[in-house]
């Protein structure tokens, strides 16, 4: 991966034009941020602080955020749609710097989450809680509008795309619930219906999978196996309640599995997103079971459907809503959930090229969720 300034392209125009008009009520009117440059190229530059262009927004100083794989996505071409000149980030949590006026439930000074779906509330999709489809909506964050790899971020929808910090709690922890929590447990478990005493399968031991992992016990499962190639992940996801773990570069899995189980698993969670971990997904799920997709996948696949038509299988897929956010909210206020775990570095937003490439050569750095603060 290439991090680089040179040959960056113009910001694409419309909602980031918006955005150059200095800001009033802040003290500064530029701001650091991490711009992508189109596939290959991100670059920290300054850039005009983001201001109120819609009564619905609000302007959030970004406390702590971090790096998805999504981002590395982006940088890679998987996500075309993303243009150059955007701020990239989905994640964070912050204070409320500026509201517009129809925003009636935050105030300055107000400790955030940020979600990564903003939703407009009103939307069809909305009121389904599909809030990822919201038409005004969905990700956009570091998407289609500048992200929170930045000193400020202008949040559209903010009263139904933030939500309130409790007094006293580790902030840090919930960037965790911005995006990667809701996404395994949504996607993953609430998708693949774990139940009570099923055998679960989890293909890929990064962020997501672990979320999925932490969050799949809620449902006491007999049996979790963690499937990797890395080392250090599966003795993390070992920590973290993985009962069976398996390195797939060294043991065959589907033999494995196969061989410790009746006739496989009865959910297989896909949270790699390429060909080869969808292929594990459809040869450990038995009669009746679930394979639930949470990679993001930008190729296509080999479905075997001549072979799992007969099987009564159930194949979800999907991007995350956040509706479970609030849930998740109070199982880490309770102490029974605890996200920080996933954190194994910190940084400077000054550093974030550093921390991009500490985070997108994980297994050689061990690293799971980074944290960078302005």
Not at 122 to 140: F, L, P, R, S, V
Not at 198 to 219: E, H
Not at 310 to 330: A, E, F, R
Request: with cysteine; charged share 20%.
């Amino acid at each position: 991966m290439k991090l680089a300034a040179e040959n960056l392209t113009a910001p694409a125009k419309g909602i980031k034009e918006l955005e150059k008009t200095p800001v009033t009520g802040l003290v500064k009117s530029t701001m650091k941020a991490l711009v992508y440059g189109g596939p290959g190229k991100i670059d920290l530059q300054e850039v005009p602080v983001p201001t109120i262009q819609k009564p619905t927004d609000a302007i959030i100083k970004i406390l702590k955020t971090t790096i998805c794989g999504t981002d590395l996505g982006i940088i890679k071409g998987k996500v075309p749609t993303v243009q150059a000149g955007t701020t990239l980030g989905h994640e964070g949590v912050g204070v409320v710097e500026e509201v517009g006026a129809a925003v009636r439930n935050f105030k300055k000074g107000d400790h955030v989450i940020i979600s990564c779906i903003t939703s407009d509330g009103t939307c069809e999709y909305c009121k389904k809680q599909m809030y990822a489809h919201c038409e005004d909506g969905g990700w956009i964050l570091g998407h289609l509008i500048n992200g929170t790899q930045a000193e400020y971020v202008r949040i559209p929808h903010a009263s139904n795309s933030l939500h309130p910090i409790p007094p006293g709690a580790d902030e840090e922890a919930l960037v965790m619930l911005s995006d990667i929590l809701p996404t395994g447990y949504e996607i993953g478990v609430l998708n693949g219906k774990v139940r009570p005493g099923d055998t679960v399968a989890i293909i890929g031991s990064g962020p997501i999978g672990l979320s999925a992992l932490l969050t799949a016990q809620f449902y006491s499962p007999s049996k979790i196996y963690m499937v990797d190639m890395d080392n250090n992940r599966l003795a993390t996801a070992k920590k973290f309640g993985a009962g069976f773990i398996i390195n797939s570069e060294t043991e065959d899995v589907v033999k494995r599995i196969m061989t410790d189980t009746k006739d496989g698993v009865d959910v297989a969670i896909e949270a790699v997103g390429v060909p080869a971990t969808f292929d594990l997904c459809q040869g450990i799920v038995r009669p009746g079971g679930h394979i639930a997709v949470v990679g993001v996948h930008g190729h296509s696949v080999d479905f075997q459907l001549q072979k799992l038509w007969i099987q009564n299988i159930t194949l979800t897929t999907g991007l995350v809503s956040t509706n479970t956010t609030p849930m998740l909210l109070k199982t880490v206020s309770s102490g029974k959930l605890e996200p920080g775990k996933l954190i194994t570095h910190h940084f400077k937003l000054e550093n974030i090229l550093e921390a991009y490439k500490v985070f997108g050569n994980a297994s050689a750095e061990k690293a799971l969720k980074v944290i960078i603060e302005p």
